[in-house]
C-alpha cells in the first residue's frame, strides 16, 4: 500500500477542493499506479513469468484497486466487450492461450479532473491505450490496440503512527472501461 504523506498535503473535510499542489501531488500518485498496473499486467501475461511469480505480482497488483472494481476484455473479433471481476481478469490473463504474449500500455493521461463526490471522495479518469500481442507455436499472431478508461478514487484515510492518527489521501483503481478496439 502507498502511503501518501507529505506535510501540506491534508485537507479538512470542510474544504471545498483540492489546492493546487495536493491536486498536482494527487494526479501524480494516480498515474505512477496506472503505470505500475501497467508493468503487472505485462510481467502477469508473459508466457515467461514463473507461475509463482505471476501469483506474487497478481497480489501486488489487486492492492491498486478498489473492491469490486471489474476490467473489460475486447477482441476484433466481436464487438462484445466482457466485464471480470481484476482477480478473474488476471487469471484469465496468465491462462491465455498463446506461447508468447506482449502487452504495453501508452499515451497514458487524466481525461477529466477529479470531481469532488458528495461522499467527500474524488473521482476522476485516466485514459490509456493497450497494445495488445499474441503469438502462438505455429506464428499465428493476433495483435490489437485498446483505448481504456481507468476510474480513479482519491479519498482520505487515516493510519496510527506512532500512537498518532495521520491522516493522507490516497488512490485506488476502479473499472477500466473499454472505448475502442482497433488493428
Known amino acids: 500500500m502507498t502511503i501518501f504523506a507529505v506535510s501540506g498535503l491534508f485537507a479538512q473535510s470542510s474544504e471545498p477542493e483540492l489546492a493546487p499542489d495536493r491536486k498536482a501531488a494527487i494526479d501524480s500518485l494516480a498515474l505512477e499506479k496506472v503505470r505500475d498496473l ?7 501475461g508473459d508466457k515467461e513469468t514463473p507461475f509463482s511469480e505471476a501469483n506474487r505480482v497478481i497480489e501486488r497488483a489487486m492492492e491498486l484497486f478498489s473492491e469490486g472494481s471489474q476490467m473489460g476484455v475486447s477482441s476484433l473479433a466481436s464487438n462484445e466487450v466482457k466485464y471480470y471481476g481484476v482477480r478473474t481478469y488476471f487469471r484469465r490473463l496468465m491462462a491465455l492461450n498463446y506461447d508468447k504474449v506482449k502487452i504495453d500500455w501508452f499515451n497514458i493521461q487524466y481525461i477529466s479532473d477529479l470531481e469532488r463526490q458528495p461522499d467527500g471522495r474524488y473521482v476522476g479518469v485516466i485514459t490509456i491505450y493497450q497494445r495488445f500481442q499474441g503469438i502462438t507455436e505455429d506464428g499465428m499472431k493476433y495483435q490489437d490496440t485498446t483505448k481504456k478508461d481507468i476510474t480513479v478514487y482519491v479519498e482520505r484515510k487515516q493510519t496510527q ?18 472505448s475502442e478496439t482497433t488493428q
Do not use: A, N, Q
Open 38 to 44: 501497467s508493468k503487472y499486467i505485462s510481467i502477469i
Open 161 to 178: 503512527i506512532g500512537g498518532r492518527l495521520i491522516g493522507f489521501w490516497d488512490v485506488l483503481l476502479g473499472d477500466i472501461r473499454v
